[in-house]
């Protein structure tokens, strides 16, 4: 399936959709793309409220409020991404035995990419309302289903297969 395909199937089951992209045999140059290419829609989903701050406090320019969002997002982001996914195989490793580090990556990644959709409409309404606490109630919104799909994830990659070594 393609990954717009995947991306809307997960909202309905997140489960299968990473089982499947499981049983079709990720990689993990596949897994990274999901991770860059959710670090750069993130990142595109930041301009319009860097560029309505730039409008309001003209002290620090738009270009400059982009080259900060562009270091932490498109360079520190995915290198988080890659501790935190550590830290997840590690818990769950204590917590209910030996997971696959690919898996957890793709869990992890794949929820990432699957809300920034939810991303991107919440960086044009933040440029459109400003910040008020209906934009924060929808950032409480796209971390839930996050969240959700990364517990869905999750849940699927501790999931025992048949045929694969533990």
Known sequence: MSVTSNMVRTYRAPR???RGMITQGIREPQI???????????????WPGLSRAATLDPS???????GGAMFGIMFMLPLLL???????????RVLIGPVQGIHVRLALFWSLLSVTPLMLAQGGLSAIVGPTPAVTAFGFVVTAVFLYILAAGLVEVARPRHGEAS
Not at 32 to 46: D, E, N, P, T
Not at 83 to 92: E, F, I, K, Y
């Open 82 to 92: 890659y501790a935190v996914a550590g830290l997840l195989q590690l818990v769950m």
């Open 16 to 18: 299968a959709t990473i």
């Open 60 to 66: 620090i320019t738009f270009e400059q409020r982009m």
């Open 32 to 46: 990274l793309v999901f991770a860059l290419a959710s670090c750069g829609l993130i990142f595109v989903a930041q």
